[in-house]
């Protein structure tokens, strides 16, 4: 198994693109940041390394280790875009609470098998899949008085807010 950097540098290659002062600065920081990260994150541990590289090479860096697999668009919360490790790193999905940001990870056999009858069902090829709930954490139901009924209803429900 390659290491970041390893397959970073290989990945380039094989595209003909260069490895990059800034390209390499990148990879660095990404894998000493938190588990679920966005691209200020990204631009916040390039500064604490001393780097230089502005965020405009941050999003245009982004999708190269994406289609290097390296990283994975994990979620959209509260108008951020959040990503992931997922080079040599287990499946998962996730939990997000919309109020405080607070994710969740899980992994589930059974959620896991029955998505493997619904493609086998459809005739279907699977690559990749993504399961994010959204919606409130333990502490921010009770927060927000928020009833955990997970009903069928919970569009009729009532959020009340105190003040
Ligand atoms: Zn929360
Ligand atoms: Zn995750």
Redesign the pocket.
């Known amino acids: 198994m390659l290491s970041y950097k390893e397959r970073f540098k290989y990945f380039l290659k094989e595209r003909n693109l260069k490895y990059t002062p800034e390209r390499k600065e990148i990879i660095e920081a990404i894998v000493k940041l938190q588990k679920h990260f966005d691209a200020e994150d990204i631009y916040k541990q390039l500064r604490k390394q001393k780097s230089n590289v502005s965020l405009a090479t941050i999003y245009r860096t982004i999708p190269l280790l994406i289609d290097s697999g390296l990283i994975i668009e994990t979620l959209h919360c509260r108008d951020k875009v959040l990503y992931e490790r997922i080079y040599n790193k287990k499946h998962h999905d996730h939990l997000v609470?919309i109020?405080?940001?607070?994710i969740i990870e899980f992994y589930n056999g059974e959620v896991e098998k029955l998505q493997d009858e619904i493609c086998r069902k459809y005739q279907f090829v699977a690559t990749e899949h993504r399961l994010g709930i959204k919606g409130?954490?333990k502490?921010?139901q009770d927060k927000l008085n928020i009833k955990n009924n997970n009903s069928k209803e919970k569009n009729k429900r009532d959020i009340k807010h105190d003040s």
């Open positions: 609470c109020n405080c940001g607070k409130y954490c502490e921010c």
